[in-house]
């Protein structure tokens, strides 16, 4: 399995950026797509995370309301259009998946996702 994400860079506070993960190597049904950020000296943490099957989205609290995870199956990608940015937004952002079957699963934690993308990074000043 390979994770291409793409789409960083650096934005004023107020502005967008749309980060894009694209996916190849099996198909991923049952599975679940995560994006995840990791600012210098941090923790990695959860920002959102979609199902590749039925599509549910899950939103750390933090980004809820501005930031939007889509997939498109035909494609193999996963898009995370992030709106009304700010300085605590920059990090690097990385793109993960997971199986967690076809049930509701899913998962908030890191250790959870298997395949990782390498990092984009994400620079939003004040």
């Given at each position: 399995?390979?994770?291409?994400?793409?789409g960083?860079?650096?934005?004023?506070?107020g502005?967008?950026?749309?980060?894009?993960?694209?996916?190849?190597?099996?198909?991923f049904?049952?599975?679940?797509?995560g994006?995840?950020?990791?600012?210098?000296?941090?923790?990695?943490?959860?920002?959102?995370?979609?199902?590749?099957s039925?599509?549910?989205?899950?939103?750390?609290?933090?980004?809820?309301?501005?930031?939007?995870?889509?997939?498109?199956?035909?494609?193999?990608?996963?898009?995370?259009?992030?709106?009304?940015?700010?300085?605590?937004?920059?990090?690097?952002?990385?793109?993960?998946?997971?199986?967690?079957?076809?049930?509701?699963?899913?998962?908030?934690?890191?250790a959870?996702?298997?395949?990782?993308?390498?990092?984009?990074l994400?620079?939003?000043?004040?």
């Amino acid at each position: 399995v390979q994770l291409q994400a793409s789409g960083g860079g650096l934005v004023q506070a107020g502005g967008s950026l749309r980060l894009s993960c694209a996916a190849s190597g099996r198909t991923f049904s049952g599975y679940v797509m995560g994006w995840f950020r990791q600012a210098p000296g941090k923790e990695r943490e959860f920002v959102a995370a979609i199902r590749w099957s039925g599509g549910n989205t899950y939103y750390a609290d933090s980004v809820k309301g501005r930031f939007t995870i889509s997939r498109d199956n035909a494609k193999n990608e996963v898009t995370l259009q992030m709106n009304s940015l700010k300085p605590e937004d920059t990090a690097a952002y990385y793109c993960a998946t997971g199986y967690f079957g076809f049930g509701a699963g899913w998962s908030a934690k890191p250790a959870s996702y298997y395949y990782w993308g390498q990092g984009t990074l994400v620079t939003v000043s004040s």
